[in-house]
């Protein structure tokens, strides 16, 4: 059984930090790369509802059960509304300038030209907020300081 | 719920370390497949032996030739004598393991079908995009 259940994408991002060592999300496509050397596989974000009790409910499913098994199945088809969580990556709630200008934003210089880009980032689609946690990723891993 | 790689790349690949070398200032790279001698700055031949090698007269006054040694694994590894440690520094080894994996990155793609989208350079780092083109 693989560790993380993969994230489906066509694209795929590298990034080569300084010294060599390079960092992507891991998705079927990404698997080419995996021979050129040693991988360590860490989780890089959650996608959790937005909601309180239900991210707790969601938190504690998850915690008991595979996140390959059928319950992880089921708790992604939740109907609720849901927010990006970098924290595993030491990064931030992605709040709606993170999805709008993540250049400005990974690094922690915040542009907020109206009030609610400060507001936590929600979808109605989880599939949107996949789109919107991997484009914030890679710009991500590009920008930060180690 | 996304989860990444990290990965330190090693030296496998003999034409992308030659081109990575060329990347690096040299342009003129031996490839050996039996191991040979190396020499120093004196002309002299030295017991260390590469498959992989940047002759003297091609990196500067009185340095010693620049070997990569392939291991029985097939990665192969750089033996940098302590005179020229100072200008095959650590900084080097850096830029010359980027334009390696930069390179490798780049012909894994082409040959498994993927189409190279191009890259950005951000303080240093470098970002590769690709395309999974395979049906």
């Not at chain 1, 259940?5 to 998705?27: M, Y």
């Not at chain 1, 210089?109 to 949107?128: E, K």
């Not at chain 2, 498994?112 to 590769?128: D, N, T």
Request: include cysteine; glycine fraction near 6%; charge should be positive.
């Amino acid at each position: 059984m693989k560790p993380f259940p993969k994230t489906p994408r066509k694209i795929v991002t590298i990034t080569i930090e300084e010294d060599g060592t390079q960092t992507f999300l891991k998705t079927d496509a990404a698997d080419i790369f995996l021979e050129l050397g040693e991988v360590i596989t860490r989780r890089a974000s959650h996608v959790e509802p937005a909601g309180f009790w239900l991210r707790l409910a969601f938190t504690a499913l998850r915690s008991i059960f595979p996140d390959t098994g059928k319950v992880a199945a089921w708790t992604r088809t939740w109907c609720c509304l849901w927010r990006v969580n970098t924290s595993p990556v030491g990064g931030p709630v992605l709040k709606w300038f993170h999805v709008l200008s993540p250049r400005t934003a990974v690094n922690g210089i915040t542009s907020c030209p109206y009030p609610c880009w400060n507001q936590v980032a929600t979808w109605r689609d989880r599939q949107s907020a996949i789109e919107a946690e991997v484009k914030f990723l890679n710009q991500f891993f590009l920008e930060r300081i180690i | 719920m996304s989860a990444y790689h990290t990965q330190k790349t090693q030296y496998k690949d003999k034409d992308a370390l030659v081109a990575a070398l060329g990347d690096m200032g040299y342009q003129t790279v031996e490839c050996h497949e039996v191991a040979t001698n190396l020499y120093g700055y004196h002309g002299d031949m030295r017991s260390q032996k590469a498959n992989i090698i940047v002759r003297r007269n091609f990196i500067g006054n009185a340095a010693n030739d620049l070997g990569f040694v392939k291991a029985e694994d097939g990665t192969y590894s750089a033996i940098i004598s302590a005179f020229d440690s100072g200008k095959h520094d650590a900084e080097w080894l850096k830029g010359l393991k980027r334009a390696y994996v930069e390179k490798v990155d780049i012909k894994t793609a082409a040959n498994q079908g993927f189409k190279y989208l191009g890259k950005k350079i951000v303080a240093g780092k470098v970002q590769l995009q690709f395309m999974d083109n395979r049906a």
